[in-house]
């Protein structure tokens, strides 16, 4: 597809032409193709699973905390839905019954797919591991669901939490400063790095 960018006789057609254009690049590299293997058990009326599943995706983009927000916020956006060739966005109510219906066994190709999605794209896989791997990261608490994954009961006491304190792996030996980020050494080869998913670095 090609985007054009220009004046229009109309006000705007659309909110969002960053994500347009950002969706018309992803369709160019095939880059949300390996959703195409999620295979959930439901009709396929005007949208296909993997069709809903990018819409949520795009959702999270546009800035919507919860799919509630999606009938007001992509919903009338017609424009950015036909750069995915769909002539609307599909309602949350949708959306919502399409991630009920995700099961287990569901949810393994869904984490294959997102997995392959960031592997094709990592600039980790490429990263000289001649030199140091910089890492910007921010351990404060942030509150979650009772129902999150692996939640647990507790308390924020107003302060950033110490590195030292909650890192799942031991604290760095050696800790170099540079424009408030922290310098840390990560022991492991790109193809070692990127064979697992959840992979967690060890530093020294």
Request: net charge neutral.
């Amino acid at each position: 597809m090609t985007i054009e960018i220009g004046f229009t006789d109309e006000l705007t057609n659309t909110q969002y032409a960053p994500l347009a254009a950002l969706s018309a690049l992803y369709q160019h590299h095939h880059v949300l193709d390996p959703l195409e293997q999620v295979r959930i058990p439901m009709k396929k009326r005007d949208f296909s699973s993997a069709d809903k599943l990018i819409q949520v995706f795009l959702s999270i983009l546009a800035g919507c905390e919860t799919l509630s927000e999606v009938n007001s916020k992509l919903k009338p956006e017609l424009g950015l839905a036909a750069v995915w060739s769909w002539e609307r966005f599909a309602d949350q109510s949708s959306l919502s019954r399409t991630l009920d219906a995700l099961t287990l066994k569901q949810i393994d190709p869904l984490r294959q797919s997102s997995a392959a999605i960031w592997l094709a794209h990592s600039q980790t896989r490429s990263h000289d591991w001649r030199s140091f791997l910089w890492l910007d990261f921010d351990l404060s608490g942030l509150p979650c669901s009772p129902l999150a994954e692996e939640s647990q009961k507790g308390y924020f006491s107003g302060k950033k939490t110490p590195p030292d304190a909650s890192w799942p792996v031991s604290a760095p030996a050696n800790t170099g400063k540079r424009s408030g980020q922290t310098c840390l050494r990560v022991i492991a080869t790109p193809s070692s790095a990127c064979s697992q998913p959840f992979w967690r670095p060890k530093l020294l």
